[in-house]
T-cell receptor
Framework: TQLLEQSPQFLSIQEGENLTVYCNSS?????LQWYRQEPGEGPVLLVT?????EVKKLKRLTFQFGDARKDSSLHITAAQPGDTGLYLC?????????????FGKGTKLSVKP | NAGVTQTPKFQVLKTGQSMTLQCAQD?????MYWYRQDPGMGLRLIYY???????DKGEVPNGYNVSRLNKREFSLRLESAAPSQTSVYFC?????????????FGEGSWLTVV
């Protein structure tokens, strides 16, 4: 059974601080996606990475896919209260079927003004 | 744009009652999904439909049935609700099942079984 472990589970920081969230597995994934979910809403895709070692930037967010495609990280620079939410990573299996997308349990981020 | 619309938003059921969660997407997507989200468990796939006319079990299908009514609509039915089915349910869709394809989620349906 493929599992994605996210850490930390909870994170509370002050506005302006930097943070990194991790998504780790013992399995190889063909793709890795990051979603953000706000209270009362469904998850919204932030980024997809498919190549080992790939780095993508979305404004103050930097996403990296591990060289072996078993792990990923999300780094936020100068966090803002608007970054508050649940961050989920999701891995696609090697066969590529979206039906087998595996979600981590999420990191709940709170950014205080 | 509506995207993925699911109803009802909130529902309270008594144990043993049945109900159907409705979902519709207006993005002409081929694939649709039903997930449940529980505290500390993350999102778990219940059933999915890769294309109109097909459905497949996900990680936690027991106690549920689905119907892909047409390309737009994918319903989830609880035949005899149990307290263990208290959860937040999300319908989602994607254009296809290729890796890395974007999944679009609805806003969720909060179901409580007492």
């Amino acid at each position: 059974t493929q599992l994605l472990e996210q850490s930390p589970q909870f994170l509370s920081i002050q506005e302006g601080e930097n943070l990194t969230v991790y998504c780790n597995s013992s399995s190889v994934f063909s793709s890795l996606q990051w979603y953000r979910q706000e209270p009362g809403e469904g998850p919204v895709l932030l980024v997809t990475v498919v190549t080992g070692g790939e780095v993508k930037k979305l404004k103050r967010l930097t996403f990296q896919f591990g060289d072996a495609r078993k792990d990923s990280s999300l780094h936020i620079t100068a966090a803002q209260p608007g970054d508050t939410g649940l961050y989920l990573c999701a891995g696609g299996d090697y066969g590529g079927s979206q039906g087998n997308l595996i979600f981590g349990k999420g990191t709940k981020l709170s950014v205080k003004p | 744009n509506a995207g993925v619309t699911q109803t009802p938003k909130f529902q309270v059921l008594k144990t043993g009652q049945s109900m159907t969660l409705q979902c519709a997407q207006d993005m002409n997507h081929n694939s649709m999904y039903w997930y449940r989200q529980d505290p500390g468990m993350g999102l778990r796939l219940i059933y999915y439909s890769a294309s109109e006319g097909t459905t497949d079990k996900g990680e936690v299908p027991n106690g549920y049935n689905v119907s892909r009514l047409n390309k737009r609509e994918f319903s989830l039915r609880l035949e005899s609700a149990a307290p263990s089915q208290t959860s937040v349910y999300f319908c989602a869709s994607s254009s296809n099942q290729r890796r890395g394809n974007t999944i679009y989620f609805g806003e969720g349906s909060w179901l409580t079984v007492v």
